[in-house]
């Protein structure tokens, strides 16, 4: 969807799934499949961060789960988007 709809950059579409990935994993470890996800668990994914640089990788990671998520609903796959009630993690100046 991303290269055909968006025309998204192959680099692009490579960092998207190696975050959807991580994010995976970090569920599987509490037993939880991806797609699957509440808002609550991304909320914890995403407040490993600290640093700045930790901040914008956290706000990359967010941009792609806000892409897979939205996708999910729009396909009818989810009936909800847990990333909706999320705000980007704040990066340092």
């Known amino acids: ?8 950059a192959s680099n ?7 975050d959807l990935d991580h994010l ?4 599987a470890t509490g ?3 991806l797609r699957h996800a509440a808002t609550d668990d991304l ?3 995403l407040s490993g961060g600290k640093s700045g640089a930790a901040a914008r990788s956290m706000a990359r990671r967010l ?5 897979f998520f939205r996708f999910l ?3 009818g796959r989810r009936d909800t988007d847990p990333t909706a009630q999320l705000d980007s993690p704040r990066q340092g100046a």
Do not use: K
């Open 1 to 8: 969807m991303m290269r055909a709809e968006r025309g998204s």
């Open 12 to 18: 692009t579409i490579e960092s998207y799934r190696r």
């Open 24 to 27: 995976a994993g970090s569920l």
């Open 31 to 33: 037993g939880i499949r």
């Open 43 to 45: 909320r914890r994914y």
């Open 63 to 67: 941009s792609a789960f806000r892409q």
């Open 73 to 75: 609903v729009s396909e």
